[in-house]
């Protein structure tokens, strides 16, 4: 495969689009000799595309997201933005949301304090925090959630961080595998090219 081409990959059981079906179907371990990705899945399967990118260093890669057959098209022709990429702590990124909620189902609230930049987030007991990467700088922003989910008031920054007795953290609908007392979310410094 040469760096000029565009490779399509597929998650789950997703169909190849009809506007790609003349572009080679690739896997994960491919995506650094394209020069643009494109992306048939979930946000969580776009994460881990461009975590495997940010650790590459090949962020130079354009990458397009498909989730409905009609995308597929600007996928192909559309302009790639340079936009803020957010990762966490572990070298994982995150494409639409982040959470810290409660680190098991016998505890309702979560007890710390979190930060966003030099701004105070909480301090003391909440029902989680949501965490978004945004289009522009800063970068993310974070909200506290009321209890049931809906956030109160956005914080914009460069850095999220907490600090807790026990948290799960929860990257776009994936659950990290054991609570944690700590977890940053951050802009890496380098941003990703996302085509649309």
């Known amino acids: 495969m040469t760096s000029t081409d565009i490779g399509v990959l597929l998650f789950g059981t997703r169909r190849l689009p009809r506007a790609l079906r003349d572009r080679p179907v690739i896997t994960l371990d491919d995506v650094t000799?394209?020069?643009r990705v494109v992306v048939v899945g979930s946000h969580a399967d776009l994460s881990q595309v461009l975590t495997?990118?940010?650790?590459?260093?090949r962020l130079d890669v354009e990458v397009a997201h498909v989730r409905?057959?009609?995308?597929?098209?600007?996928?192909?022709?559309?302009?790639?933005?340079?936009?803020?990429?957010?990762?966490?702590?572990t070298g994982?990124?995150?494409?639409?949301?982040?959470?810290?909620?409660?680190?098991d189902e016998s505890?309702?609230?979560?007890?710390?304090?979190?930060?966003v930049?030099?701004?105070?987030?909480?301090?003391?007991?909440?029902?989680?925090v949501r965490i978004e990467p945004t289009d522009t700088l800063p970068g993310l922003r974070a909200a506290v959630l009321t209890p049931r989910m809906r956030v109160r008031r956005w914080?914009?920054?460069r850095a999220a961080?907490?600090?807790?007795?026990?948290?799960?953290?929860?990257r776009d609908g994936v659950p990290g595998k054991r609570p944690v007392r700590r977890s940053t979310f951050y802009r890496h410094i380098e941003g990703w090219l996302r085509v649309g």
């Open 117 to 128: 930049d030099d701004t105070l987030l909480f301090d003391g007991r909440v029902t989680g």
């Open 92 to 103: 994982t990124v995150i494409t639409r949301a982040g959470f810290w909620l409660p680190p």
């Open 33 to 35: 000799a394209c020069r």
């Open 107 to 115: 505890t309702a609230t979560l007890f710390g304090e979190a930060t």
């Open 155 to 157: 914080v914009p920054g």
């Open 52 to 57: 495997t990118l940010m650790r590459a260093e």
């Open 161 to 170: 961080q907490l600090g807790t007795e026990g948290a799960l953290v929860v």
């Open 68 to 89: 409905r057959p009609w995308q597929a098209r600007r996928a192909r022709t559309g302009r790639a933005t340079r936009v803020p990429l957010i990762r966490d702590d």
